[in-house]
């Protein structure tokens, strides 16, 4: 069992950045992706960004973020993190991060086996 504890998340203008942090813990494996994804009120989950294991190699991102978010991973501390830079008030979401067994990528999220709480981001016009 991966336990994921997501944190980071607040209140933020327009324009700002956070950075969010994903920590894995319990029975870790030597081959998986790591994804976020993010889900406004009233609206679907919808895929944020991925990578493979924790070092950001091979990532993905949903062209709505394309240029401004970035994942990436510390190995030793079993974290991936996604900073968040030029926010903007449609960012504004519940981002959980998901951890997939494997080494492929994918956008969608019933492919991933554990799933974290969430944390909240909510940006200000």
């Known amino acids: 069992q991966v336990q994921l504890v997501e944190s980071g998340g607040g209140l933020v203008q327009a324009g700002g950045s956070l950075r969010l942090s994903c920590a894995a813990s319990g029975r870790t494996h030597s081959s998986y992706a790591m994804g976020w994804f993010r889900q406004a009120p009233g609206k679907e989950r919808e895929f944020v960004a991925a990578?493979?294991?924790?070092?950001?190699?091979?990532?993905d991102y949903a062209d709505s973020v394309k240029g401004r978010f970035t994942i990436s991973g510390d190995n030793a501390k079993n974290t991936v993190y996604l900073q968040m830079n030029s926010l903007k008030p449609e960012d504004t979401a519940v981002y959980y991060c998901?951890?997939?067994?494997?080494?492929?990528?994918?956008?969608?999220?019933?492919?991933?086996?554990?799933w974290g709480q969430g944390t909240q981001v909510t940006v200000s016009s």
């Open positions: 998901a951890l997939r067994l494997g080494s492929t990528l994918y956008t969608q999220g019933w492919r991933y086996n554990y």
């Open positions: 990578t493979i294991n924790w070092r950001g190699e091979s990532t």
